[in-house]
């Protein structure tokens, strides 16, 4: 404002520019990504409001001029001059924000741009600026600042209580060169913008809209006075429900507010029905969640206006999900673990945040993603899994879990990837690959077969190692005729990457063809 207390928006965008310029003395972390993102949606959140504020003042004034004439007639042509300059200014700023924003899409999910991803600064840098300095652009801007500073010192003029307002603008829009930390002036823009991430600009350029239209508001204010602000109808209010949050275990007390969207404490209903009591002119909401599911909130504000009573009605909803006894976990391919393999595992507790829970057992490690757990067991019959969660509330609650270990099954022999009966010639059997398989075995598991029996009928059976047929095998398979039998059988097989050998591998026959 020009002068007196800061209003509460005030207040607050003098609290974004503390925070935005620690913000800027961080390293670009993912954490500090987001917290720009989150700093430019309040910017522009409050950005949006200050121009639906700015336009209802100015009505306010234009009215006023229409009633008494005189002065406030004066103060409507100056007040319709500072809108025509400021909406050019802003405009102009919100094209740049587009061009930050070129190649970068909004998530079709959340309705957010991706915060985490915008630390380049390239279409800035590119665009703004050249080898020798400034671009093209960047004089541009720099231009378009000096010529909104003119155009308002203009449109103000002389008046003293607009002075102070007129000195605000030059000092946030001084775009004389900067001294950096090593005592160096640079050019404002690279001071400000040259090599910052993407949303750190973006933010910046929202703090510049924030600054122009509390320029405006400042003019309005001072030209209509605080009568402009108190003038506002009730009628134009929008009541709102503000709960701590949406969601609440069965039994848990649920705790908010019922407010008006523009809620000062003039603002007091001479009536109120609804789940809480006025106090200093909003509903304090206390009641005890109900049952489990999607639960309404709702009752009505009396407002005393000209006489005449205005009823404004408010309605909300939150969901009630039930208190977790116990934790949910589950095998994510079967109901047992077995040795020899890593069972991926998702271990969780309802309604409480994955960070917030615990688990623990031998074998257990964390894998990739919420919940995400691998399990190797090792010796024994069973694997227990204890977890513990810290519930909202404080309060923290356990359970367990005990599982079955068993070993990997019994594998089937195979003749070129074929199992139990195969048929073919005998050219083909010299020179196929002895193998074992799994078969219904969930997990991707690799065997290496070491040696086999390998019996001809009539013939001595010839123990090979290894996992094809040598030559004593080849001599016997020459005496054998169509319709003859072999047998492949006492299959060694060993778990690949591991030690580990299977239990007896069943055989495989091969019939000549």
């Known amino acids: 404002m020009a002068g007196g207390k800061l209003t509460p928006r005030q207040k607050m965008i003098n609290l974004m520019y503390l925070v935005f310029i620690a913000m800027l003395a961080l390293n670009m972390s993912k954490e500090v990504l987001s917290a720009f993102g989150l700093m430019n949606e309040k910017f522009e959140g409050s950005n949006n409001a200050a121009v639906a504020s700015n336009a209802q003042m100015l009505t306010s004034l234009d009215q006023k001029a229409s ?47 991706p915060y985490e991803s ?33 155009d308002m010192k203009a449109a103000l003029g002389n008046n003293k209580k607009l002075a102070p307002i007129v000195a605000e603008i030059e000092n946030k829009f001084n775009v004389a060169k900067v001294k950096n930390k090593d005592g160096i002036e640079i050019e404002y823009l690279d001071y ?43 009628s134009n209010y929008q009541a709102m429900v503000v709960l701590e949050k949406s969601v609440y275990f069965q039994g848990e007390t649920v705790k908010g507010k019922v407010v008006l969207g523009r809620y000062d404490d003039n603002t007091k209903p001479t009536k ?35 006489g005449k009573e205005i009823p404004l009605k408010f309605e909300g909803k939150y969901v009630v999900v039930p208190q977790p006894k116990e934790a949910t976990i589950s095998a994510d391919k079967m109901n047992v673990v077995y040795r020899g393999v890593v069972n991926p595992m998702t271990i969780s507790f309802a309604g409480v945040s994955d960070v917030d829970v615990t688990a623990s057992a031998p074998g257990l490690t964390r894998g990739t993603g919420s ?59 010299e020179v196929s690959q002895i193998t074992a398989k799994l078969p219904d075995f969930d997990f991707d598991v690799k065997l290496n077969v070491t040696a086999f029996t390998f019996k001809v009928p009539g013939q001595a059976a010839v ?5 094809r047929v040598n030559a004593q095998c080849k001599a016997a398979l020459a005496r054998a005729g169509r319709g003859d039998v ?28």
């Open 272 to 306: 109120f029905a609804g789940p809480g009591k006025i106090e200093n002119g909003q509903a304090v909401i206390s009641l005890t969640a109900g049952s489990v599911g999607e639960q309404n909130i709702n009752g009505q504000f009396s407002f005393l206006e000209d």
């Open 371 to 429: 919940g995400k757990y691998n399990m190797s067991p090792g010796q024994g019959t069973e694997a227990i899994i204890n977890v513990t969660a810290k519930l909202p509330g404080g309060k923290s609650a356990s359970s367990k879990r005990v599982f079955r270990i068993k070993g990997i099954p019994a594998p089937v022999g195979a003749i070129g990837g074929e199992m139990y009966t195969v048929k073919g010639a005998k050219s083909r059997l």
């Open 463 to 467: 123990i090979v190692s290894g996992d």
């Open 486 to 513: 072999v047998t492949i059988s006492d299959i060694k097989t060993q778990l690949v990457g591991s030690s580990i050998m299977l239990p007896r591998t069943a055989p495989v026959i091969y019939e000549i063809q």
């Open 118 to 150: 915008m630390d380049k600064g390239d279409n800035v840098d590119q665009s703004w600026f050249s080898p020798g300095g400034y671009s093209p652009k960047g004089e541009e801007i720099i231009k378009t600042i000096e010529k909104y500073k003119a």
């Open 192 to 234: 400000h913008f040259k090599g910052f991430p993407g949303i750190a600009s973006l933010s910046k350029l929202s703090v510049w809209q924030g600054d122009i239209k509390k320029a405006e508001t400042d003019v309005y204010n001072t030209l209509l006075g605080k009568a402009a602000v108190a003038a506002a109808s009730y």
């Open 67 to 113: 009633e008494a004439g005189g002065e406030f007639a004066v103060a409507a042509t100056t007040a319709h001059k500072v809108e025509k300059i400021t909406k050019v200014f802003y405009d102009y700023i919100a094209s740049l924000k587009t061009d930050v924003l070129v190649g970068t899409e909004v998530d079709a999910e959340t309705g957010k741009l």
